[in-house]
């Protein structure tokens, strides 16, 4: 019962967001301080992962190849896929869950809870519009390019290391990874990540915006918001998956 | 003039508000007093439409209120200004953006002119010089004055403030109470201040609203409340010893017993005679 009260009220927070802006300047001056905090702010953990995630697959891909039939090159092909596939978009948008879902969750919360968004309302202001509308978007802009950003990081990271580990030389790595290139991952892998950067920012406004209580409810309502957006992300991972991959 | 007439609002099983009708009169301090969940913080968010009443009507000027749509509301909303329990104000901004925020959504003004209407109520409310101060760095009374500063600057014809000295030291409260007062004389607005600090009620109460339980138990004024004889409002009122004491003396003062504040110790000596 309580699933379908949440989300009924769920949509209903994402049908409020759509109406005339009092004042376009103010919502664009909003819109690009999030690009900035979602975008500019998750920038240094993203390219970290991405590094570190493309150099342990090249080095655990090279682990695994245990037999002399398998060319070498096939570290730069596994290391390629699974990382524009799975590790940039999914693994990346797991982190941002929580990066950007819980400063989501608790910076709605806390203007729910110190009544900055009655303020809001009561200047006359459409508060799903001006506050959560510009996240939304500027999460659907800003997360997609840093999941290519990973994408680059995460196989400059496995060739990095694939190289520096003596496993492979740079021409062998490279051979591999223009081996049977498909341009159709890198469409499904921005298709993932359009529909993550949605999930993990309206999710924790959803939860943000309807706290009830103090402090202590803004702390739970921010780990409830990545808990359930890291498992509907996973759900639509595998929903994706399913429908654009499947023959 | 803010009108309200049977308004009744109820949360699950549990009746806050049950047929309350009351005018809040224009040029006046209107309070709404009570003790807490008596219902008077409900009143005032369905006053400004954070909470929809169940039934009633809510007319402002002759305007209903109830039956607007919500971009109609959009447009009344903008002659509301209120100052908030925590003052509510945007963390992330300076004073001085606090206060030009309202400015910045609904105003047509020039760069230039929105800082000079800031300033000028920065003054107004005696803040001059705390522009670029974060609400982090300033005072409880201070936030209040930014408060208001933010709630006045679109020239509002209501204000509506939300317990307006919680958290406040006596001094600090009696300078907002007044700061409330002035405003309110000077812009010829409606103001409605729900609260419990009995300070606020003798010195500014012009049309005082008693809420008990949900529903309206008196009005009248501060001259009418120390000689009311409802007991409720009595007992709510005169609840410390301080108090009662003071009534007394108000009372011997009407009589004409006591000419002024020197007689203090004869005054008391009587104020325990009579009781």
Not at chain 2, 17 to 42: A, P, R
Request: charged letters at 20%; glycine letters at 8%.
């Amino acid at each position: 019962m309580t699933f379908f009260t949440d989300f009924g009220r769920y949509l209903l927070m994402l049908k409020g967001m759509f109406s005339r802006p009092e004042n376009m300047k103010m919502y664009w001056k909003e819109f690009m301080h999030q690009c900035n905090d979602i975008g500019i702010g998750s920038f240094g953990i993203v390219s970290i992962i991405s590094v570190f995630i493309g150099a342990v697959s090249a080095v655990q891909t090279a682990y695994q190849l245990v037999s002399p039939l398998i060319p070498l090159e096939t570290i730069g092909t596994v290391v390629r896929d699974t990382v524009i596939l799975e590790f940039a978009p999914t693994l990346i948008c797991i982190v941002l869950a929580g990066v950007v879902g819980s400063k989501i969750a608790s910076e709605l919360g806390n203007m729910r809870v110190s009544e900055q968004i009655d303020a809001l309302e009561i200047m006359g202001i459409n508060t799903k519009a001006y506050l959560i509308l510009p996240k939304i978007i500027a999460a659907m802009i800003t997360i997609p390019m840093l999941v290519i950003i990973s994408m680059v990081l995460g196989i400059w990271g496995g060739r990095l290391a694939a190289v520096a580990s003596g496993i492979v030389s740079t021409d062998t790595f490279d051979r591999g990874l223009l081996h049977g290139f498909i341009p159709y991952n890198v469409t499904f892998a921005l298709i993932k990540a359009y529909t993550f950067a949605f999930i993990i920012s309206s999710i924790p406004a959803y939860f943000g915006y309807h706290v009830k209580g103090g402090a202590l409810e803004i702390g739970r309502s921010s780990t409830k918001s990545v808990v359930v957006s890291c498992i509907v992300l996973l759900f639509a991972d595998y929903a994706l998956s399913q429908l654009l991959l499947s023959h | 003039m803010i009108e309200f007439k049977n308004i009744k609002k109820s949360f699950g099983e549990k009746v806050v508000l049950n047929d309350v009708s009351h005018i809040m009169e224009s040029g006046k301090c209107n309070l709404i007093i009570g003790t807490s969940g008596s219902g008077k913080t409900v009143l005032q968010k369905c006053l400004v439409g954070l909470f929809e009443p169940d039934s009633g009507e809510i007319i402002y000027d002759g305007v209903n209120f109830t039956d607007m749509t919500e971009d109609l509301r959009k447009g009344l909303r903008q002659q509301i200004g209120m100052l908030f329990q925590g003052s509510a104000l945007f963390d992330s901004m300076t004073v001085e953006e606090n206060v030009m925020f309202p400015l910045d959504m609904f105003g047509n003004m020039s760069s230039s002119k929105k800082r000079k209407r800031v300033n000028e109520v920065l003054d107004r409310v005696n803040l001059e010089g705390a522009n670029k101060k974060f609400p982090a760095e300033i005072s409880g009374g201070m936030k209040k004055r930014v408060g208001i500063a933010r709630a006045i600057v679109l020239n509002p014809k209501y204000l509506f403030c939300d317990e307006p000295n919680s958290g406040l030291d006596p001094q600090t409260s009696m300078v907002i109470d007044k700061l409330i007062h002035e405003i309110t004389k000077e812009f010829n607005m409606t103001t409605v201040i729900n609260t419990h600090d009995m300070n606020s009620v003798m010195e500014i109460g012009e049309n005082i609203l008693y809420m008990f339980e949900g529903q309206k138990e008196w009005t009248g004024n501060n001259e009418e409340i120390i000689f009311s004889k409802n007991d409720k409002l009595n007992e709510f009122i005169f609840a410390s010893k301080f108090l009662q004491d003071a009534k007394d003396m108000r009372m011997l003062e009407a009589k004409g017993i006591i000419a002024d504040d020197r007689d203090m110790e004869e005054m008391l000596k009587k104020g325990e005679e009579i009781k």
